[in-house]
């Protein structure tokens, strides 16, 4: 993102059919126009809170059990923690943009469309991003620079 910077989602929307293609020209050109200039690596679920409270969305990586890839999380848009059953399917990136404390539950954006969750969006556990044997790799970005 720094690097070479981001195309807008209209003109690469994720599609898991091409997810092996490389964008366009025109997407890199594009994104060239779109890169940011500071991005700060968090880690704790207090600084978490924060980012989101001021504004600033936060992306990472979480480890995928089955549950994940369900129906039933597919239409809920409610994750909750693994069991001891369930197995690893993979890992996953996405972008939290809320949270309750009252709940204790972090929104997250998914970028499988508005079709899937909760409008495109689903809840994981304060837990779930606690425990960096499931969740890693924190980063918000702070200031972008267009055109």
């Not at 690596?41 to 890839?69: D, H, K, N, W």
């Not at 369900?70 to 693994?82: E, F, Q, R, Y």
């Not at 425990?131 to 702070?142: E, K, Q």
Request: proline residues 5%.
């Amino acid at each position: 993102l720094a690097k070479q910077g981001v195309c807008p989602e209209p003109e690469w929307p994720y599609k898991v059919s091409r997810f092996r293609r490389k964008p366009s020209r025109t997407c890199y050109r594009t994104a060239k126009k779109h890169h940011i200039l500071s991005y700060h690596r968090i880690s704790t679920l207090e600084e978490m809170r924060s980012c989101l409270a001021e504004g600033y969305p936060f992306v990472f990586g979480f480890t995928v059990y089955q549950s994940f890839e369900s129906d039933t999380v597919a239409k809920s848009g409610i994750l909750n923690m693994p069991t001891s059953k369930e197995k690893v399917v993979g890992g996953h990136a996405v972008m939290a943009v809320g949270y309750d404390d009252i709940e204790e539950r972090f929104l997250i954006r998914n970028s499988w469309g508005a079709d899937w969750g909760r409008n495109g969006y689903f809840t994981m556990p304060y837990a779930y991003l606690g425990n960096r044997s499931l969740s890693d790799d924190f980063w918000t970005i702070r200031t972008a620079k267009e055109g």
